[in-house]
């Protein structure tokens, strides 16, 4: 109990540092209450690893080096977001880290490989998840079969659109080698959602089965990685 005051304490305190999100690109952040759990969530599935977050506006590498002894590698575009990470790590003593400014139109540097992923991509509810298929491309070759990693989407049977991205999404994840093994539904809450209101977003874990080539997504310039 003592220590979930302590994460919770914590993750309320990145959430005032954190830059705002970008409303121009549909950003919403998670809430520091969902921030803890979700840190509680992922001892057993992602402690003591280096696992990489392609961007991280929600700081969740930042908990998860602190209370789950992982290595964050960070690939992200956003200047704001990679200066602010840094400057949360050297407050927290997390030392074994790495960020790269990276744009996901760009296929994902070969240096850069972890033993899982975490991402909490583009919902991109307006064309069929592009944005979360393109997430997964990009993320799913720096991982190594047999991993388990973990896809952040919201699964609402109130909101076709979840459902009807939810189905394509998963269908190009398993072009990708990757199998959803297990999922925890409804779990996070989010700051500031006008068009949305009360959207949870659920934790998908993705098994990877073998090594693939991944086919392209194609049209991701401007905003339709987002919408």
């Avoid at 540092?17 to 409303?23: C, F, K, Q, T, V």
């Avoid at 121009?24 to 921030?35: A, D, G, K, R, V």
């Avoid at 459902?163 to 190009?172: A, E, T």
Wanted: glycine content about 6%; some cysteine; charged content about 25%.
């Amino acid at each position: 109990m003592n220590q979930n005051r302590d994460i919770l304490r914590s993750a309320l305190e990145l959430g005032s540092l954190r830059p705002e999100a970008d409303m121009s690109i549909e950003q919403y952040l998670m809430t520091p209450e969902s921030m803890m759990r979700q840190v509680n969530i992922m001892k057993s599935v992602l402690g003591g690893k280096k696992i990489l977050f392609l961007g991280d506006d929600d700081h969740l590498s930042v908990l998860f080096g602190k209370y789950l002894d992982v290595s964050p590698v960070v690939v992200e575009h956003d200047a704001r977001i990679c200066r602010s990470l840094r400057d949360n790590y050297a407050k927290d003593g997390i030392n074994d880290y790495i960020i790269e400014d990276y744009d996901a139109r760009n296929v994902l540097p070969k240096h850069i490989s972890a033993d899982a992923f975490y991402i909490n991509p583009p919902y991109s509810s307006k064309n069929h998840g592009k944005g979360t298929k393109v997430w997964l491309s990009r993320v799913t070759g720096a991982v190594p079969v047999g991993s388990v990693s973990v896809l952040v989407y919201p699964i609402d049977k109130d909101l076709q659109w979840t459902l009807d991205c939810m189905h394509d999404i998963l269908q190009y994840a398993y072009d990708c080698g990757l199998m959803v093994v297990n999922i925890d539904k409804d779990i996070h809450t989010y700051e500031h959602l006008p068009n949305n209101p009360g959207l949870l977003s659920s934790n998908i874990y993705l098994y990877k089965y073998k090594d693939c080539i991944v086919k392209e997504i194609e049209d991701i310039d401007g905003g339709s990685l987002y919408r």
